[in-house]
T-cell receptor, first 114, second 112 residues
Framework: AQSVTQLDSQVPVFEEAPVELRCNYS??????LFWYVQYPNQGLQLLLK??????LVKGINGFEAEFNKSQTSFHLRKPSVHISDTAEYFC????????????FGQGTELSVKP | IAGITQAPTSQILAAGRRMTLRCTQD?????MYWYRQDLGLGLRLIHY???????GKGEVPDGYSVSRANTDDFPLTLASAVPSQTSVYFC???????????FGEGSRLTVL
């Protein structure tokens, strides 16, 4: 079955510390991978995406993610977080045989404390 | 500003009532989607449309219907609302199979 799992529901960190939000997927076909961010009472906006090519993808706000095909993972990282990064983060996968529909993970709440 | 407009922003509804959530995009995207967001469950796909005139069922379609009469509009209808349909509903659009989704601001629906 095709699925997406975010391994941490909540990640509390202190400001300027590094952070990694984990995402794993299950699929027997090729995938496209996305990370979205949702600030309170807002819709989702794209942080970054992997379609093909280099497995290290850089996005907005200093975030990056690495596609690891052998481990079926797409973890999101930032070397130094800010208070403004506090938000809900969603990993999403588009499976090649699903015609562009995104399947989302359960979300990870990142809480950055001073 | 180009994007997706959803209405209403928020609604409280009595169980058994009919409700239509409106979604309009001005980006001329072919594909449109409706998701519901529930705590701990992430976003789940309700219905989608790959192009005007076609629709398909997502992960949680029961109790919902959609139509796609033209490229810009993709309304979601709850024929007879139930409390389990209390959620935040997001409309989204996409330009292509591997393209990113663009989301509206959401419609918060409470069914009592």
């Amino acid at each position: 079955a095709q699925s997406v799992t975010q391994l941490d529901s909540q990640v509390p960190v202190f400001e300027e510390a590094p952070v990694e939000l984990r995402c794993n997927y299950s699929s027997s076909v090729s995938v496209y991978l996305f990370w979205y961010v949702q600030y309170p009472n807002q819709g989702l906006q794209l942080l970054l995406k992997y379609l093909s090519g280099s497995t290290l993808v850089k996005g907005i706000n200093g975030f990056e993610a690495e596609f690891n095909k052998s481990q079926t993972s797409f973890h999101l990282r930032k070397p130094s977080v800010h208070i403004s990064d506090t938000a809900e983060y969603f990993c999403a996968v588009s499976f090649y045989n699903q015609g562009g529909k995104l399947i989302f993970g359960q979300g990870t709440e990142l809480s950055v404390k001073p | 500003i180009a994007g997706i407009t959803q209405a209403p922003t928020s609604q409280i509804l009595a169980a058994g009532r009919r409700m239509t959530l409106r979604c309009t995009q001005d980006m001329r995207h072919n594909a449109m989607y409706w998701y519901r967001q529930d705590l701990g469950l992430g976003l789940r796909l309700i219905h989608y449309s790959n192009t005007a005139g076609t629709t398909g069922k997502g992960e949680v379609p029961d109790g919902y219907s959609v139509s796609r009469a033209n490229t810009d509009d993709f309304p979601l209808t709850l024929a007879s609302a139930v409390p389990s349909q209390t959620s935040v509903y997001f409309c989204a659009s996409s330009a292509g199979v591997s393209g990113e989704l663009f989301f509206g601001e959401g419609s918060r629906l409470t069914v009592l």
